[in-house]
């Protein structure tokens, strides 16, 4: 089992930055690749991006590539949402995700992913 714990999300204006935080506790952080997903209302839930097991490769999806960064610490067993430049349609519940396998992580779908965090809500004003 792993447990994975959301830091707060927020309200922010149009242009502006805000960054999540996913702590795991339980088993191996580093066993696990880590995802970052988001589900606005009425809305499939989406991939934002993940990041590899080792931290050396991600993944973004079109939408938020050069405005979102994922990172992995795995001294504080803690991924990274670094989400700049916000725009109004990145409104939406935000959740991180781990899943075992790279292979499975870099296909972004949400239902090859095992644990995931409670979701944290993302408001962007314009």
């Known amino acids: 089992q792993v447990q994975l714990v959301q830091s707060a999300g927020g309200l922010v204006q149009a242009g502006g930055s805000l960054r999540l935080s996913c702590a795991a506790s339980?088993?191996?952080?580093?066993?696990?690749?880590i995802g970052w997903f988001r589900q606005a209302p009425g809305k499939e839930r989406e991939g934002v991006g993940c990041?590899?097991?080792?931290?050396?490769?991600?993944l973004y999806h079109d939408s938020v590539k050069g405005r979102f960064t994922i990172s992995r610490d795995g001294d504080k067993n803690t991924a990274y949402l670094q989400m700049n430049r916000l725009k109004p349609e990145d409104t939406a519940v935000y959740y991180c995700?781990?899943?075992?396998?790279?292979?499975?992580?870099?296909?972004?779908?949400?239902?090859?992913?095992?644990?995931w965090g409670q979701g944290t809500q993302v408001t962007v004003s314009s």
């Open positions: 995700a781990a899943t075992y396998r790279d292979s499975d992580a870099f296909r972004l779908n949400h239902t090859l992913y095992t644990y």
């Open positions: 339980g088993r191996t952080f580093s066993n696990y690749a």
């Open positions: 990041i590899s097991t080792a931290g050396d490769t991600t």
